[in-house]
């Protein structure tokens, strides 16, 4: 099977048939239209997921039924480095994922905002990108098509190919992590907003006057519902020598700056009454959120992943309670499913490989149209030239025609 590769132009073609910035933009808003009739008839065609974070860049070839063939997985470099140095690990993983996989796209999702062609990441809070054009760049070095777009999008789209929002029409994810990212997808389209940026629920305000976020603001929601107001939530109370945090305490050993999520959530598990506690708190704050969004954007289901999700029921459960209790009309109106997401981790890399299979089928397309009109255009040349020397040939031989 050809790859995207062995249909770019030959070298002598290129300096004469470019692809412009404008028209990769274009391609790529028309993949945005048609996205959930697109992603039946992509190519089944390896492509390269990248979830790029804060601490970890991690990339993956996904098949077109969502399986990981290989992941690989490196430190995210420091974010005081230049944009050009995350860029040299993207492309290290991708060649060293193509020496032993048939590459045709890559897709990245960035913890960051992403402008609506999919080209800049204008901010992301993690990294030293800002209005970076990431994809232009890669793509210059990887020659193949590449796609960005937020991570959490991509794990929204996975979760609606391939996990928890499998049938749904109407999905909202919410990524539970450092702090909250979401997304939106109607009709099997990702809903980006006109300038690329929607989804970011986080800095919804519900308490003004509130906590103070590193957005600026005070009061969003995820100063109340996220794994940094969970650990903060606990250090205070192991700070205070608080009677209830006297075993987390032990087990840092006195040390609170080593309490973490996963230690919280492992407690609570073993039945620590605070750390359930704190999920139970992190989890209503969770359903009053989300009863606000479906009082805006009525959604038949919510995702929940990131890395909080990992608690489970012991954040479900509150947050269904929570949902039940202040959503809008409540006990008149269908209520949305809340479920947590099954591709864990994963999701954000599987999803940015999906939406690059769409992006690897426009441009292949593009490509052979472009190959197809230089051939017709050498052939009808080739035959002007042919009946010049015709002419010239007769005139030459009778010179008093």
Known sequence: ????????????????????????????????????????????????????????????????DGNILEKVRTETPDKSKSPKVVEDTIVELVLDLSDRHDVHAVGIGAAGWVD??????????????????LRDALQDRLAVPVMVDNDANTAAWAEWRFGAGRGEDHLVMITLGTGIGGAILEDGQVKRGKYGVAGEFGHMQVVP???RCPCGNRGCWEQYSSGNALVREARELAAADSPVAYNIIERVKGHVPDISGPLITELAREG?????????????????????????????????GGGVSAADDLLIGPARDAFRRHLTGRGYRPEARIARAQLGPEAGMVGAADLARLVARRFRRANRRRVERYERYGRYTQALRGTAADRSSRTTQDPDS
């Not at 990248?50 to 077109?64: E, N, P, Q």
């Not at 609506?116 to 054009?133: Q, S, Y």
């Open 1 to 64: 099977m050809s790859t995207y590769r062995d249909l770019t132009l030959p070298l002598a073609l290129r300096a004469r048939v470019t692809t412009s910035g404008s028209a990769r933009g274009t391609v790529l808003r028309t993949v945005g239209t048609r996205e959930r009739r697109s992603h039946l008839t992509a190519p089944r065609v390896p492509t390269v997921g990248i979830d790029i974070g804060g601490t970890k860049v991690m990339a993956g070839v996904v098949d077109a």
């Open 116 to 133: 609506a062609d999919r080209a800049r990441v204008l901010f992301a809070p993690h990294l030293a990108w800002r209005n970076e054009p």
């Open 209 to 211: 006057g509130g906590h």
């Open 272 to 304: 620590d009454a605070m750390c359930v506690e704190l999920l139970q708190d992190i989890g209503q704050w969770l359903g009053v959120g989300l009863a606000n969004l479906a009082a805006a954007l009525d959604p038949s289901c919510f995702v929940i």
